[in-house]
């Protein structure tokens, strides 16, 4: 939802996005990655629970600035109109895993927050200018 409103809006195709709660803190990781956690999980000689996470949380605030960073959009904060009624009630302020189990069978995130951000929003932009 937010790559695909802030590629919009750097392009003139969208005026604003609206979202809830930008101050909640999520724990972001890369698709691939997590398919690349799996693969390894289940190559396991015996099954175990994993949590597949980056160990490290970013706000929804800080995506919504490094999306707009990416589109080239400096003046974000009058483009994301915050509503209350988007607020989840038993939303948790952070959410963040804890991968040792995992990096103790080799995963590691191979993309950062900031890589994460740009692949999302590059493909929109590609997407909406196709």
Do not use: C
């Amino acid at each position: 939802k937010i790559a695909r409103a802030v590629a919009r809006i750097s392009l003139g195709q969208q005026e604003t996005i609206t979202l809830g709660n930008i101050d909640v803190h999520r724990d972001w990781g890369y698709a691939p990655d997590y398919v690349d956690a799996m693969i390894r999980i289940i190559s396991q000689p015996m099954s175990s629970d994993y949590i597949v996470a980056t160990g490290v949380s970013y706000s929804v605030r800080e995506f919504v600035a490094q999306a707009f960073a990416v589109a080239g959009v400096s003046d974000w904060e009058p483009r994301v109109i915050i509503d209350p009624r988007l607020y989840r009630p038993a939303d948790p302020k952070q959410l963040v895993g804890d991968p040792a189990k995992l990096r103790s069978i080799g995963w590691r995130p191979s993309v950062t927050f900031e890589e994460l951000v740009n692949i999302m929003v590059t493909a929109e932009i590609k997407k909406w200018t196709a």
